[in-house]
């Protein structure tokens, strides 16, 4: 058995085997739209790490360098962030619970740290009401040590935390080492994981995301401004953080909404404030005026068929819950293509529902969906005489198989 991925459409599955560890079925591209190439637009950034979403759809409209590791900065608070959230949620914390400041957090997270800080005061008292604001509308570093000492025991132990729920999260390249984006050998992200992590900040915990619109917030008697520069803008802007580093430059995960539609950005790497403001904005803006929706395939509509092997079925339908649609750029001649893949043959039996492989969708050369594949129909065990015959095919094609790859092997 192996990874095997199908052309996703109304046809039906094709078998097929390829050299090495990976069996592929039908990696012939299936074109599903393609529109005159006489209008065609590009766009360009001069962040080195970018990428643009629509949230609705998990289209990918824009993205450059989306994969290539990186320091957060202070991004890493949202991340500080969901934690918290997410305690909330579970009932171990309240907004009325209190932290203190202790002398770390004061000292390396104060003014006297040389970053941004909510200027608590040393042994005081906050309540997680006040924190939250502290750390996400000031962007206060003793805000975000106080929290992962409070939460974890001490900052080191709140960075493992944190890399493990992203793990959960998905945000599989991404690695944590404190609460506040200080620099750290190891800890990186992608600009794909924070927009994914914006992503689930914003459906997961509407409430409490309303936070991150917020202008300005004071503390100990001094008011500060929300450092997000797309929120005095024009533009439908509620969210989210910046970040600095002198080694990875001037970044921004932004969100905003326009006519019904949310659109997601990350920058990063940027030479000046000023940069990164006038680069978030041009994308933003790009990304709502050149974008129109294309629905490719409905709910729950058969999008491929997936082999089973000692099922009642030989095949079962893969479907998707939600409808299927991307955004495609206007006037554009980009190639759509879609491919499901799954580990396969399913070994049965399958639970209607279960999820059992991911559907992508390619425009050009940009990934611009990858979404998880459903099994529409459930699949009981065959019997005896069906189990067996499987097992005969399934043995003969792993001998296939071998020699195919040793027949490459001389080659």
């Known amino acids: 058995m192996g990874l095997r991925s199908v052309v996703a459409g109304r046809a039906s599955l094709r078998r097929g085997v390829t050299s090495g560890v990976v069996l592929a079925v039908a990696m012939a591209a299936l074109s599903l739209v393609k529109v005159p190439a006489a209008l065609a637009q590009s766009f360009q950034t001069a962040a080195p790490h970018a990428i643009l979403l629509d949230a609705d759809s998990g289209s990918v409209l824009f993205e450059k360098g989306a994969d290539e590791l990186f320091s957060p900065a ?104 404190n609460a506040t984006g200080y620099a750290a050998p190891d800890q990186k992200v992608t600009a794909r994981d924070l927009a994914k992590l914006a992503l689930h900040l914003i459906e997961a915990y509407p409430d409490l995301y309303k936070i991150f619109a917020e202008r300005e917030f004071t503390w100990n008697k001094i008011k500060q401004q929300n450092r997000n520069p797309l929120l005095t803008l024009d533009i439908g802007a509620d969210g989210l953080k910046t970040g600095y580093l002198e080694e990875s430059g001037y970044g921004l995960t932004g969100s905003a ?60 339908p893969l479907v998707a819950r939600k409808p299927v649609r991307v955004l495609l750029p206007r006037g554009s001649g980009d190639k759509i293509t879609a491919k499901a893949v799954y580990q396969g043959p399913l070994v ?40 067996a015959l499987d097992a005969t095919w399934e043995v003969g094609t792993g001998l296939f198989r071998k020699a195919f790859e040793k027949a490459g092997a001389k080659s």
Request: no cysteine; hydrophobic share 40%; proline share 2%.
């Open 257 to 316: 909404v326009q006519n019904g539609q949310r659109l997601i950005m990350v920058v990063s790497g940027l030479k000046t404030a000023r940069d990164r403001a006038a680069e978030s904005r041009k994308l933003m803006e790009w990304g709502f005026r050149a974008f129109e929706p294309r629905q490719i395939f409905t709910a729950n509509e058969t999008v491929a068929e997936a082999s089973v092997y000692g099922g009642a079925a030989g095949s079962v």
């Open 348 to 387: 049965a039996p399958i639970e209607q529902g279960r999820e059992v492989g991911r559907l992508r969708i390619t425009r050009g050369e940009t990934q611009a969906l990858d979404l998880p594949l459903y099994a529409g129909e459930a699949v009981e065990a065959g019997t005896i005489p069906q189990r």
């Open 74 to 177: 202070s991004m890493a608070k949202l991340m500080t962030t969901e934690i918290v959230f997410n305690e909330i949620r579970q009932g171990r914390l309240t907004m009325d619970s209190e932290f203190q400041i202790t002398e770390d957090a004061w000292r390396r997270g104060g003014a006297g740290g040389g970053g941004s800080s909510m200027f608590a005061q040393l042994n005081s008292r906050i309540k997680l009401s006040d924190l939250l604001r502290g750390l996400i509308v000031q962007s206060g570093n003793d805000a975000a040590i106080a929290i992962g000492e409070g939460i974890a025991g001490s900052e080191e132990n709140f960075g493992r935390m944190m890399t493990a729920r992203a793990k959960v999260l998905g945000l599989t390249r991404s690695t944590f080492r």
